[in-house]
């Protein structure tokens, strides 16, 4: 009964808060097309006042159950010490650190890749209702997560302090970590295969686009996965190895990226091997080095 009284209002705040964060992000940026975009280019007037009723029920279902539990297991964190460190509260704030953070991410991802592919493209009415979609989901999904991030930030151990390791909490630190490592990841692949196919190129010896339009387009798509995920990825590594005490799951997340990592390496230095080795035994190729240097080189660097 008493794991049932603690799951209850975690469970109804953690769906409360998703609801009502979302909403308002939806809210926002509904209001702000609206005023800044032409009339009638995204969502027409039918359409908006649906949206906006859809929003604002959200709002007055999610806020209150939010709020209302919420306040209900701070009201239990007062009334006994133990509750503080109770495992479904920190489930709770786990799951609202690893949710809201990755939908901050992505929205980040999102907005960075307006902005700088935008002098390459002209901004249609769609791509702009997209970047300020991308802007209120970063701002309220980030804000949510700086908030709880603070709340859910383990205690600092006392003299003789006994307390267990926070599983829950690295846990989401590992996802966070790793989709941040994915991100930056795929920029840095996308930007080696991008210069090796531009290098290797029948005619074309620059390494970059010849128009400016391209050179954005392009670059801009890849500085966005890269910035995004290495700002980030950089932060919450940072903020991991500065914790002190044995973390378990460092050592999973760590084996993992070295189940990705090493057979990658080992398949693009195979490849790479094999390509180069039949090439020296007189296989003639009408392309040359391009069918496959750039993914070898993605793959191994």
Do not use: K
């Amino acid at each position: 009964m008493n794991t049932l009284r603690r799951t209850g209002p975690y469970l109804l705040a953690l769906a409360g808060l998703l609801v009502s964060v979302a909403a308002s992000a939806g809210m926002a940026s509904l209001i702000i097309g609206t005023l800044v975009l032409p009339s009638g280019t995204v969502l027409s007037g039918g359409d908006v006042r649906t949206q906006a009723s859809l929003y604002l029920a959200e709002l007055v279902v999610g806020l209150p159950v939010w709020l209302g539990c919420w306040l209900a297991a701070e009201r239990g964190v007062a009334r006994q010490s133990e509750e503080p460190d109770s495992a479904q509260r920190r489930v709770f704030l786990a799951t609202v650190f690893a949710v809201t953070s990755v939908v901050a991410l992505v929205a980040l991802h999102d907005l960075l890749r307006f902005v700088l592919t935008l002098p390459g493209a002209t901004a249609t009415p769609a791509s702009r209702d997209a970047a300020i979609r991308a802007t209120t989901r970063f701002l309220a999904f980030g804000a949510a997560w700086i908030g709880y991030a603070r709340l859910g930030r383990p205690r600092p151990a006392s003299p003789g302090d006994v307390r267990t390791a926070d599983p829950a909490h690295d846990l989401a630190v590992y996802i966070l970590t790793g989709v941040a490592l994915a991100f930056l990841l795929t920029g840095v692949v996308e930007a080696i295969l991008q210069i090796a196919e531009n290098a290797l190129a029948t005619g074309q010896t620059e390494l970059l686009p010849a128009t400016q339009q391209g050179l954005w387009t392009i670059w801009g798509s890849i500085a966005a996965w890269t910035v995004a995920g290495g700002s980030v990825w950089a932060a919450i590594w940072r903020y991991d190895l500065a914790r002190a005490g044995r973390r378990p799951l460092r050592v999973l997340y760590l084996y993992l990226v070295l189940v990705v990592a090493v057979p990658a390496t080992l398949s693009g230095g195979r490849d790479g091997l094999y390509e180069l080795l039949r090439r020296l035994l007189g296989y003639q190729s009408t392309t040359g080095y391009r069918e496959f240097l750039p993914g070898v080189l993605a793959a191994l660097l």
